[in-house]
């Protein structure tokens, strides 16, 4: 695409500006910024020479001649370059932040068995049933793909799990292979009479954390393709808590990450990654630590310390008692407490984002509204208040702060990522061969780029549509206006084509 390449440096887009900084650092390509050179020097000469002199004025033109050619025009590029560079790269940053807080806030599969396969060929598929509480209770090898192709007796084996261990649920990785177990699962589901399903899961990052000293800790006993199965089944049961165990850049959800200023990219992703863990809040029971030290005021340290503490003690019964946690002082205490939940707790507003210093002026609203604070446990209360700026008043703390605890009141425990689209399950397989031109399917988002949006709709390849097909109703800029990672949209196949392995969608809206 870029063999002959010419565009305005004012209308260029970021990514193919990163796209051209690849190709030309790969030596691909050669870049150069053309400008009407010799209307520049002449220019440049007309500042020099004011008027003429037969000594002097052919020295001054070849030295401002001189001076545009081998100094001025190189710095000149270097910085329009440097300019055009970083505006992509904080474009592509933005959209990286943006695809992944959409990934991190897809909503969690809770109360099932999950099945985690991580799918290979000449070493096998590794399984790994995680329980409803995300607790891995066995893992085995089985070998239905080439060259082995036992499908018989990996059908068996499946058999057993389903029976002993109630999966309902099965997470594919989409890696090498996965095309081939997908055909195994979807003929066993066939044959078996308990109602299980399968979801295709992206397992980028997967390999990453399975070598990690994280996973060596967290599964001591298994080899890595156990805890990269591991590892599937426990980011479709809740994505946020697995996914913040990998490094953000691993998880494949952006454009020319490695071109962009790392250190940059880095602070973007952890921020985001910190806003998404504050969001949705954190199970003080249940939590890693590398989930808890993305919570404002905790430190790594202190996130093992709340573990350790936890391990000794017993689960935590109220936020007071993390005082009790060597390291976490008042201040610390101060920035976290807010984001921690504890369901089952003695103070059910443990379980809700109002932090303790508000506990006196919930107790106050709920006395005036003649509501028990036992109630918060039976789920959402109806509050109702017709003067907000009265009653802040006579709790005495902000307006703002009062519709945020009447927010919370209303809905107790309440995960922002139930309002999210739902993964699509499958039970049934769809081949390339399958698709065609017209037809209209259900897909999943998986990354969201300046150019277009990748859809997965149970093809081993994701499809792309391109930015100018996303609709036809109005102009957009990005496709970001119009979707986000996770979303679950309808697609009409625009074109198929098997040699390539590659189709095109439509939006069908």
């Given at each position: 695409m870029y063999y002959h390449f010419a565009e305005p440096v004012s209308k260029i887009a970021g990514h193919r500006v990163l796209a051209i900084n690849r190709a030309e650092k790969e030596k691909m390509v050669n870049v150069t910024i053309e400008v009407p050179e010799e209307k520049l020097i002449g220019w440049l000469k007309r500042q020099v020479v004011h008027q003429k002199n037969p000594y002097t004025t052919e020295m001054l033109e070849a030295a401002a001649e001189d001076s545009y050619r081998r100094?001025?025009?190189?710095?000149?590029?270097?910085?329009?370059?440097?300019?055009?560079?970083?505006?992509?790269?904080?474009?592509?940053?933005t959209v990286f932040g943006k695809n992944l807080q959409q990934l991190l806030m897809q909503p969690p599969i809770k109360g099932q068995t999950v099945l985690g396969w991580d799918p290979a060929f000449r070493?096998?598929?590794?399984?790994?049933?995680?329980?409803?509480?995300?607790?891995?209770?066995?893992?085995?090898?089985?070998?239905?793909?080439?060259?082995?192709?036992?499908?018989?007796?990996?059908?068996?084996?499946?058999?057993?799990?389903?029976?002993?261990?109630?999966?309902?649920?099965?997470?594919?990785?989409?890696?090498?292979?996965?095309?081939?177990?997908?055909?195994?699962?979807?003929?066993?589901?066939?044959?078996?009479?308990?109602?299980?399903?399968?979801?295709?899961?992206?397992?980028?990052?997967?390999?990453?954390?399975?070598?990690?000293?994280?996973?060596?800790e967290e599964?001591?006993?298994?080899?890595?393709?156990?805890?990269?199965?591991?590892?599937?089944?426990?980011?479709?049961q809740d994505p946020l808590a697995e996914l913040v165990k990998i490094d953000p850049k691993a998880i494949g959800v952006g454009q020319y990450q490695h071109d962009m200023n790392q250190k940059k990219l880095s602070e973007v992703l952890s921020g985001t990654v910190e806003d998404c863990v504050n969001?949705?809040?954190?199970?003080?029971?249940?939590?890693?630590?590398?989930?808890?030290?993305?919570?404002?005021?905790?430190?790594k340290t202190v996130a093992k310390n709340i573990v350790a503490y936890r391990e000794e003690?017993?689960?935590?019964?109220?936020?007071?008692?993390?005082?009790?946690?060597?390291?976490?002082?008042?201040?610390?205490?101060?920035?976290?407490?807010?984001?921690?939940?504890?369901?089952?707790?003695?103070?059910?507003?443990?379980?809700?984002?109002?932090?303790?210093?508000?506990?006196?002026?919930?107790?106050?609203?709920?006395?005036?509204?003649?509501?028990?604070?036992?109630?918060?446990?039976?789920?959402?209360?109806?509050?109702?208040?017709?003067?907000?700026?009265?009653?802040?008043?006579?709790?005495?703390?902000?307006?703002?702060?009062?519709?945020?605890?009447?927010?919370?009141?209303?809905?107790?425990?309440?995960?922002p990522r139930e309002d999210m689209p739902k993964p699509?399950?499958?039970?049934?397989?769809?081949?390339?061969?399958?698709?065609?031109?017209?037809?209209?399917?259900?897909?999943?988002?998986?990354?969201?780029?300046?150019?277009?949006?990748?859809?997965?709709?149970?093809?081993?390849?994701?499809?792309l549509v391109h930015i100018s097909q996303l609709t036809n109703k109005k102009f957009v800029r990005h496709p970001m206006e119009m979707v986000s990672v996770g979303d679950v949209v309808e697609v009409k196949v625009m074109s198929v084509d098997l040699a390539k392995k590659s189709y095109s969608v439509d939006n069908d809206s």
């Open positions: 100094l001025i025009a190189p710095a000149v590029e270097r910085e329009v370059r440097n300019a055009l560079t970083e505006k992509a790269e904080e474009g592509a940053m070493t096998g598929c590794k399984l790994a049933v995680v329980d409803r509480q995300a607790r891995c209770w066995i893992r085995i090898v089985i070998y239905p793909t080439e060259p082995q192709k036992k499908i018989d007796q990996a059908k068996e084996v499946l058999r057993k799990l389903v029976r002993k261990y109630g999966i309902t649920l099965i997470s594919l990785g989409n890696g090498t292979a996965s095309r081939e177990s997908e055909q195994v699962i979807v003929d066993f589901l066939k044959e078996i009479p308990e109602k299980v399903a399968y979801v295709i899961v992206s397992e980028a990052g997967a390999s990453v954390y399975s070598a990690s000293k994280l996973a060596t599964f001591t006993n298994f080899d890595v393709g156990q805890r990269s199965a591991a590892s599937i089944a426990r980011r479709l969001k949705v809040g954190v199970d003080l029971n249940t939590a890693s630590a590398s989930l808890l030290e993305y919570i404002s005021g905790i430190s003690n017993g689960r935590f019964d109220n936020r007071k008692q993390l005082l009790k946690v060597p390291k976490l002082g008042p201040k610390a205490y101060e920035q976290c407490a807010g984001f921690l939940r504890i369901s089952d707790g003695s103070q059910p507003l443990d379980n809700t984002g109002v932090h303790p210093e508000s506990y006196e002026a919930v107790e106050k609203l709920l006395s005036e509204l003649g509501v028990e604070p036992d109630k918060l446990r039976e789920g959402s209360l109806p509050i109702r208040i017709e003067d907000y700026e009265k009653m802040a008043a006579k709790l005495s703390i902000g307006e703002i702060t009062l519709h945020d605890i009447v927010h919370e009141l209303r809905r107790p425990g309440r995960d699509v399950l499958r039970t049934d397989v769809l081949e390339m061969k399958d698709l065609k031109p017209g037809m209209i399917l259900k897909g999943t988002v998986r990354n969201v780029i300046d150019f277009g949006v990748f859809v997965d709709i149970g093809v081993h390849q994701d499809g």
